[in-house]
C-alpha cells in the first residue's frame, strides 16, 4: 500500500512565524501536490511538484513556496504565516500524472 | 474545468447496497471521474475512477451512463465503517491533472 505521512496532525503557530510542513512518501512516485481544504470551498492544490527540484503553482500558490530536494520528500513553506492560512492541510503523491493521488491524514494548521 | 453535483446527505441500512449518484454534466471527453472518501480527521481515501465504461474492484462498482454526464458508485454490502463523504470528482487531464472537489455526499450508515 501506498503511504504518504505528514509530519504533524495538528500545529499552531504564531503570526508571521515560517512554517513547514512536511510530506513523505514511500513509493518512488513522481508527482507530489500540496491542497489545502476548507469548508465549502473543496480541497485546492496550492502547488505540485513532478520531479526533483521541480514544481509548478497551483491555483493558490500566494502565500506559499515548496521545496523537493529528494524524490520522496516534498514540503510546504508558510513564508510568513497569516490568520487565513489556518487550514486543513494534505499531501498526496503519484505515480504519473495521470494516476490516481494517494493522500497523506493530513495537517491541521491553525495560526493565531 | 467540469463540475460535479451531488446530494449533500444519504443514509444506508447497514449491509444493504449504498448508491450515491453524481451529476457531470459538462465532463468532456477525455476526463475520468474519480471517487474518494473521507472519513473524518483524515486524508481522502481513493475508491475507483473510470472514464466511460462500468468499473468494480474490491471496494465499489462504478455505473457511468452511455452520455458520461452522471454516474452512480455502488458500495455492494454497506457497514458502519463506510459512513464518510463521499467525493465525485472529474479530472482535469492536462497540465496539474488537478482534481476539483465539490461538496460530497455525507453517507451515513445506519446499524
Known amino acids: 500500500d501506498v503511504k504518504v505521512t505528514q509530519s504533524s496532525r495538528y500545529l499552531v503557530k504564531r503570526t508571521g512565524e515560517k512554517v513547514f510542513l512536511e510530506c513523505v512518501q514511500d513509493?518512488?512516485?513522481?508527482?507530489m501536490f500540496w491542497y489545502r481544504q476548507d469548508p465549502g470551498l473543496g480541497l485546492r492544490l496550492i502547488y505540485f511538484s513532478y520531479d526533483v527540484k521541480m514544481k509548478e503553482k497551483g491555483d493558490i500558490p500566494e502565500g506559499y513556496s515548496v521545496s523537493r530536494e529528494k524524490k520522496e520528500r516534498f514540503s510546504l513553506i508558510l513564508e510568513s504565516a497569516s490568520t487565513n492560512q489556518t487550514s486543513m492541510y494534505l499531501c498526496?503523491?503519484?505515480?504519473?500524472?495521470?494516476?490516481?493521488?494517494?493522500f497523506g491524514d493530513g495537517t491541521r494548521l491553525s495560526i493565531l | 474545468d467540469a463540475k460535479t453535483t451531488q446530494p449533500p446527505s444519504m443514509d444506508c441500512a447497514e449491509g444493504r447496497a449504498a448508491n450515491l449518484p453524481c451529476n457531470h454534466s459538462t465532463i468532456s471527453g477525455n476526463e475520468y471521474v474519480y471517487w474518494y472518501r473521507q472519513i473524518h480527521s483524515q486524508g481522502p481515501q481513493y475508491i475507483i475512477h473510470g472514464l466511460k465504461n462500468n468499473e468494480t474492484n474490491e471496494m465499489a462498482s462504478l455505473i457511468i451512463t452511455e452520455d458520461r454526464k452522471s454516474s452512480t458508485l455502488i458500495l455492494p454490502h454497506a457497514t458502519l465503517r463506510d459512513t464518510a463523504v463521499y467525493y465525485c470528482?472529474?479530472?482535469?487531464?492536462?497540465?496539474?491533472?488537478?482534481?476539483?472537489f465539490g461538496t460530497g455526499t455525507r453517507l451515513k450508515v445506519l446499524a
Open positions: 498526496a503523491s503519484s505515480p504519473y500524472l495521470d494516476q490516481p493521488q494517494h
Open positions: 513509493m518512488d512516485h513522481e508527482n
Open positions: 470528482i472529474v479530472r482535469v487531464s492536462s497540465g496539474t491533472y488537478k482534481y476539483i
